[in-house]
Structures are given as structure tokens and as C-alpha cells.
């Protein structure tokens, strides 16, 4: 195929690499799934584009937008895979990675213990110089005891160094000349400055977030060194774009300079493909529901805006019903899409504990061996030998036929791992797994619905990922969730989001002020030197000024608190012309809304108390033109044309096999409507609808799940 040219996103997965390849003329979508490759996830980037590529006769050439979504970051962190690190701070504070937080996950836990600092003591070093709070010099950088330093580092051959004096963000001079004498010493050392990752208060966040940067620089440059050596091989000239954790997009050049922007980068596109589809159907209001091979990830979506936050961790081991804890992994200050993951992927374990309670996750049986019926070596039961065993998966169709499950092994693994050690037949222990995992997930959705004020019955759920749309029905059941969608080739949704979204670079300065008594052209300056800073990065990216956007955001609590609660200042006055403004009326039309959102987020709101400004934001956003996706129509067949035949299929709610009507999806038309209980089957995913429930095929080829018989 020639002429054309093509949007193709790459998203490598813990167990599978997706690839989507998108037509600009035709919104023609061609998709690809195989196996990824935990040594070196470049193999499987390289093998899903030459896979996708091939099947739809696309000269490399032809590629006209390049976007990855990647693991790797985290992948290294958890691993411990990364090269020797430095840490430079103030004279005093070089414990400050090992004395980090005092709280703690589980407060009556004695037998919890702190994950390690990345960067070990011996590695920490501290500079005399000293800040106060406004960034005004309280004594000199020694630049002597810098270049001492400088001879150490070399001395012990360190690749990439982090560096984080006190109040860095307020004034970066002293930083910068830290940078400066180091770089001189030794030009090949990487070096990542705090007042440049995260120029915000406290200093543990800053300087986590920092170290964690200079960890995963050298990892993250190598690999997309890599994957661009690769794609230069393949004749592929676009250029490689990567997803940030934010739910936009950086170059690659950025990316390797700025990794700890992308530590979500694969669950990010997932919320934002969800957001995508969901408003091409006119819902601003939704949950994200992701269930991968690994994890099973839920997002919240209001007002056509992914939730974010700066409260992550990465490293913490996964809980299972917990979702993410808190003051378990290493803390970043980046903005990140809100998620709530949880253990309980296709490829989650089940297994028995010592009292005798069968459990399923966190482990994970991952792409190597992966599950007992992938007949590659697995000897543990997971949530898809369960599913297998229950008739919701075709043993003959997974993957569209190209992989073949085996029943009877895993079976055989469920008996003898799970159903024996607790009195119960194969089918029982199967079905409790998947009860099991359904509640974990359950518990996740209501963390991002109910626990932040908001009603599961008011938003619509996209579903997607290989093992989304097994057990979706069956949560919007529980949640009480009106519309459940399933978007074509849900196996590859995420790698869909990489297609849909534009340029993004975040910017915050902290600048604690009282509401009250906060000067509206001071922080008009600070915005409009934030959004130049944008403007700038924009431009070397080769974004039109047409094509440019600034979103401006303030970061406020209560005098007193510790928290902050971020307000996105209206659009009003935002563009460029002489309506733009930063006056009295805005600062206290946007106090007025942070009343509203901290009530709507906890509970209660305090009108009366004093309001301080904390921490002021702005997204600098660069518009990428997304592909047309392509239409479906009606044949003028009934969706009996669909049906494959069928099989008896195990529901817990009828208490045993139900023989249940199997429907190919590709041979689904806009109007068909298939009533429960059915399997729908495609290449990468197969949908499991209740009885009481139908599933409406709509133009775009999307299945709308509701309660209610068809007619």
C-alpha cells in the first residue's frame, strides 16, 4: 500500500508489545500483538513494528507519526538495573534519602521495611552552601568542595549524579554552578538538577524525584538510543515520540533527558484512549478500566480531563485490594494520571497461603513462562487458566488462532494447586479465583469512584486490555455502572491513546502565599515566564504557534495543611490577545472553586478559613493532528450472520454452565444487538456479557453493554 500515509503507536506491555497502525486518509487501523521481551523490550518494539507493518503492507517510509509507550523506566527501578549513582546536597542533609518519611504503610506492621535509597550513603555527598526560603544566599556555594567532589565521582566511576540543595527551587544559581563545575570535571557525567526536574518545596519529594531522574537517565537514553538505531535500520524516518505519565507526549530527546516524566507512560495511554473513545460517543464522565496480562488498572475521567495528581510512588510492591499505598515506594513529584493498579492481570497467580485462603496477584506469571495453557513452561494457575477452565475462552481462537491453550493442563494446575488443598472440584476453585479477582478490582474501581466523591452511577466504563472485557460486565454489575463500553480491538486500545494526543510539558513554581494578601501581577509574571519556557520547548519541537496552548493551574490548601489541592484556572482570558488577565476577581473566583473541590474531594469544605497559595502550573501543550478512525456499517444481515455456534459457559450468578450463543465480532455491524449470556471473540480480546444484559454495536464499531434484554 502506497500513497497513504500512517500514525503508527507502539505499547510495550508486561506481557504483551501492542501495536496500532493508522491510515491519515482512510482511518484504516491495522493491529498487532506479540509477545514481550522483559530482557531487552527493544526485540519486542522491533518485532510488533515489523509485524504490524507487513500485515498491512505499509512501506516503513511511509510513517508519517511515531508514538512508544514504555515500561523500561519502572522496569529499571524495580529491578535494581541501573548504573551507579551520586547524590549532591547541602552540607547536613546528605541522610536524607535514608531517613526519608516517617509514616509508613501499614502503621502496625513490624515487619515492614523502607525499600533502600537508590542512591547509597557512601554516594551521598554534601556541599557547604546554604538558602533560605526566598532563595536568598545565607552562605556562598564553595566551589573548591564541589570540584573535590567532582574528582571523587570520577574516582569511582560514576555515570549520573542528582543534585538537590536546600531550597533549589526558590533560587537555582547555586545548583546550576554545581552542575557547571561537575560537567567541567567530567563531560560525559549526566546530571540531573532538582530546580530543573522539580522546582517545588519539600526537599525529600524534590530530591526523590531527582534521584530517581539521575537513576533512570543512562537507562532510558540507552534504550531509545537503541529503539532509534532500530527504526533508522527499518528505513522508518518519522520521529520517535514517547508517552510522558501526564497522558501527553515528549520527544525522544526530551524523554531521555527527563525519564522520570514517563515512569506511567504504558498506563497513561491506556486512560487517555479511554478518554478518546468515550468522547467520541459524548461521555465526559468515565472509568478507565485496564486489565492487562500483569495489572489491572482503573482511572477516573471528569469533564473530558484525566484526573492527575503528584502524589505517586514507584518501586512499592503491589497490594492486592489495596490499590496504590502510600509511603511504600520511592515518591515522585512529577504529574502523573491518576490510577489505582492492582495484581490482578490475565497472567495474576492463584495460590493457597499458609491458613489455608485462596489468593489471587500480585505475583504475576508475566510473558515468560506466562499461564499453564500457554503450554510454555508455567506450572502456577493464573485468572486465565480460571477463565479457560469456566468456557469463556476458545481454546482454538486466542489470538485469532495463533496461539493454542491448553484446557486440560490447566485444569490440571487448578486441581492440584488450588481445588485439592481446599476440598473443591477444579470448576469451584477456578470460579472462586475469579470472584477473588473481581473483588480486588471492585475495590480499585471504588478507591477512583466513591472514595473521591464521585457516584459510579452517574459515569459510563471503557473497558479494554486482553482481560478487560472478560470481567467488565460483570463489575459494572457491582458498581451499579450504567454503560459499558468496549472499543474495537480492546487488546490494543492503549496502543491507540499514543495516537490521540498531543505535545505536553509541565511547569510549577512554589510560591507559598496568602490568598488574601497575594499580588495578581506577581503571579500574572510568574505564569507568563512559565508559559515562555513552554513556548520555547514548543518551538524547538517544531510546533506551530496556531498549534500552541497554555493552561494555567494553582496548587492551594488551608493555612495549616500539608496537602495541596490543584484548581485549573478558567480559559477565560487564557489566550494570547489583550483580554488576557490575572486580576483580583480571578485569584478569588479560583478560592472560591477550591472550596468546592476540597468538599467534593474530602467531604467538607471551610469557607471561612484562610486559603494559601502553594505551588502555580502551567501544561504547555502542543496540538498533534489525530487520525480518522474508520466507520463501520450495516449489511442488511441479521446478527445471526455473526454467530458462531455454541458452549457451555460458567456463570456464578446462574450457578453453574449456562450453554451460551459465541459471536465473531467481525462479523458485528452497526445495529446488530447481541443479548446475554454471549462470548464475543476477535483477535486480542473476548467479551463476556451477563444475561439481563445486551451489547449495541454503534457506527464506530464500538459494543455498548446495558442492562436489559434485546428485543
Known amino acids: ?217 543512562p537507562v532510558v537514553a540507552r534504550y531509545l538510543a537503541g529503539i532509534e538505531e532500530g527504526l533508522s535500520r527499518a528505513g522508518l524516518p518519522a520521529e520517535l515520540l514517547v508517552m510522558q505519565s501526564n497522558g501527553g507526549v515528549l520527544t525522544a530527546e526530551q524523554a531521555a533527558s527527563k525519564p522520570v516524566f514517563m515512569v506511567e507512560s504504558g498506563p497513561a495511554a491506556g486512560v487517555v484512549s479511554a478518554n478518546f473513545i468515550a468522547g467520541q460517543l459524548g461521555h465526559a464522565h468515565l472509568i478507565s478500566f485496564d486489565m492487562g496480562g500483569t495489572t489491572a488498572k482503573a482511572g477516573l475521567v471528569l469533564d473530558g480531563r484525566p484526573r492527575v495528581t503528584k502524589e505517586y510512588e514507584v518501586g512499592a510492591q503491589a497490594q492486592p ?142 473497558a479494554f486490555g486482553g482481560a478487560g472485557p472478560l470481567h467488565a460486565n460483570r463489575l459494572c454489575m457491582e458498581m451499579q455502572i450504567p454503560t459499558l463500553v468496549i472499543p474495537p480491538s480492546p487488546g490494543t486500545a492503549s496502543a491507540l491513546g499514543l495516537l490521540v494526543t498531543d505535545l505536553r510539558h509541565e511547569f510549577s513554581r512554589t510560591r507559598v502565599t496568602a490568598a488574601a494578601a497575594a499580588d495578581a501581577a506577581q503571579i500574572r509574571s510568574l505564569f507568563e515566564t512559565m508559559e515562555e519556557e513552554g513556548r520555547r520547548t514548543l518551538r524547538r519541537e517544531g510546533v506551530a504557534p496556531a498549534d500552541m496552548e497554555f493552561r494555567r493551574g494553582i496548587e492551594m490548601r488551608y493555612a495549616g495543611q500539608s496537602s495541596e489541592v490543584p484548581v485549573a484556572l478558567p480559559r477565560e482570558g487564557m489566550d494570547d490577545g489583550p483580554e488576557r488577565k490575572m486580576d483580583t476577581a480571578t485569584l478569588a473566583d479560583a478560592v472560591r472553586r477550591f472550596h468546592v473541590e476540597h468538599e467534593r474531594a474530602y467531604g467538607h469544605g471551610y469557607p471561612e478559613e484562610p486559603v494559601e497559595l502553594v505551588n502555580f502550573t502551567v501544561t504547555a501543550i502542543g496540538r498533534i493532528a489525530r487520525p480518522r478512525l474508520p466507520m463501520i456499517e450495516a449489511n442488511g444481515k441479521g446478527v445471526a450472520d455473526a454467530r458462531r455456534g455454541t458452549r457451555p459457559v460458567f456463570f456464578s450468578d446462574a450457578g453453574g454452565f449456562v450453554e451460551t450463543a459465541i459471536y465473531d465480532r467481525a462479523r458485528l455491524r452497526a445495529g446488530h444487538v447481541v443479548a446475554g449470556p454471549a462470548v464475543i471473540e476477535e483477535v486480542d480480546s473476548t467479551t463476556l456479557v451477563h444475561a439481563e444484559y445486551r451489547a449495541t454495536v454503534d457506527e464506530s464499531g464500538n459494543l455498548l453493554i446495558s442492562p436489559g434484554r434485546a428485543a
Open 1 to 217: 500500500m502506497t500513497g497513504n500515509q500512517f500514525h503508527l503507536g507502539i505499547d510495550v506491555g508486561g506481557t504483551f508489545t501492542d501495536a496500532v497502525l493508522i491510515c491519515e486518509e482512510t482511518g484504516r487501523i491495522d493491529t498487532a500483538k506479540v509477545p514481550s521481551t522483559p530482557a531487552d523490550p527493544s526485540i519486542g518494539f522491533m518485532a510488533a513494528v515489523e509485524r504490524v507493518l507487513a500485515g498491512g503492507a505499509v512501506d516503513p517510509g511511509a510513517i508519517a507519526h511515531l508514538v512508544h509507550g514504555t515500561t523500561v523506566a519502572t522496569n529499571s527501578l524495580i529491578e535494581g538495573r541501573t548504573p551507579r549513582t551520586a547524590f549532591v546536597t547541602t552540607e547536613g542533609f546528605g541522610d536524607m534519602l535514608e531517613i526519608a518519611r516517617q509514616v509508613r504503610p501499614s502503621l502496625y506492621d513490624v515487619h515492614f521495611e523502607k525499600l533502600r535509597p537508590l542512591v547509597p550513603r557512601d554516594l551521598c555527598y554534601e556541599v557547604p552552601e546554604r538558602l533560605d526560603a526566598a532563595g536568598d544566599v545565607l552562605r556562598p556555594l564553595e566551589e573548591d568542595a564541589v570540584r573535590e567532589i567532582a574528582a571523587t565521582l570520577r574516582a569511582r566511576e560514576v555515570r549520573s549524579v542528582a543534585v538537590c540543595l536546600l531550597h533549589g527551587y526558590a533560587n537555582p544559581t547555586h545548583e546550576e554552578r554545581v552542575a557547571e563545575i561537575l560537567g567541567e570535571d567530567d563531560p560525559d557525567l549526566l546530571i540531573s538538577l532538582s530546580s530543573n526536574v522539580c522546582p517545588e518545596f519539600r526537599e525529600y519529594f524534590r530530591a526523590s524525584t531527582c534521584v530517581i531522574n539521575a537513576c533512570i537517565v
Open 321 to 462: 485490594g489495596q490499590g496504590m499505598t502510600r509511603a511504600a515506594g520511592y515518591p515522585i513529584r512529577t504529574p502523573v494520571i491518576d490510577l489505582v493498579e492492582v495484581g490482578a492481570g490475565g497472567g495474576s497467580l492463584a495460590w493457597v497461603d499458609a491458613g489455608g485462603g485462596l489468593r489471587v496477584g500480585p505475583r504475576s506469571a508475566g510473558a515468560d513462562p506466562g499461564p499453564i495453557c500457554y503450554g510454555q513452561g508455567g506450572t502456577e494457575p493464573t485468572i486465565t487458566d480460571a477463565n479457560l477452565v469456566l468456557g469463556r475462552l476458545n481454546p482454538d481462537y486466542f489470538l485469532g488462532g495463533e496461539m493454542e491453550l491448553d484446557v486440560d493442563a490447566a485444569a490440571t494446575g487448578i486441581r492440584e494447586r488450588c481445588a485439592e488443598p481446599l476440598g473443591l472440584d477444579p470448576v469451584e476453585a477456578a470460579n472462586g479465583i475469579i470472584e477473588i479477582a473481581n473483588a480486588t478490582m471492585i475495590n480499585a474501581l471504588r478507591l477512583v469512584t466513591v472514595r473521591r466523591g464521585n457516584d459510579p452511577r452517574e459515569l459510563t466504563m471503557v
